[in-house]
């Protein structure tokens, strides 16, 4: 899968309003067949910083991503509210899911 995470600065008068400024993107991705994941959060430490951690099954589906309708619409859409170009990490890794931490296991009840 190709697994990517990337920073987003948001303007302070935006940040609140980010989950709906972004909502229209977010939905066409995560509707995307090749989607595994598309999820936000907001740094506990930074308000006006959203990281979003997404995955596509394969190379093809990562394409189409990135050439779809909706990423050129949030190409114009989205940067009138950063501060900064957003950073990313993308990377390939051999797996199709989320695996378990299991330093952190947590015992079921019986």
């Not at 987003?8 to 400024?21: K, L, N, Q």
């Not at 989205?78 to 015992?107: C, F, K, Y």
Request: proline share 7%.
């Amino acid at each position: 899968m190709i697994f990517i995470t990337a920073k987003f600065r948001v303007r302070p008068e935006d940040a609140d309003s980010w989950p709906e400024i972004s909502r229209e993107f977010t939905d066409a991705t995560r509707a995307e067949s090749g989607c595994l994941w598309f999820d936000w959060s907001r740094s506990l430490d930074d308000p006006t910083e959203y990281v979003l951690v997404e995955a596509f099954r394969d190379d093809d589906a990562a394409a189409a991503h990135v050439t779809s309708d909706h990423f050129a619409a949030a190409q114009r859409s989205l940067p009138p509210h950063l501060v900064e170009t957003p950073r990313i990490v993308n990377v390939t890794v051999p797996q199709d899911d989320w695996s378990e931490l299991g330093e952190m296991a947590v015992e079921q009840p019986r």
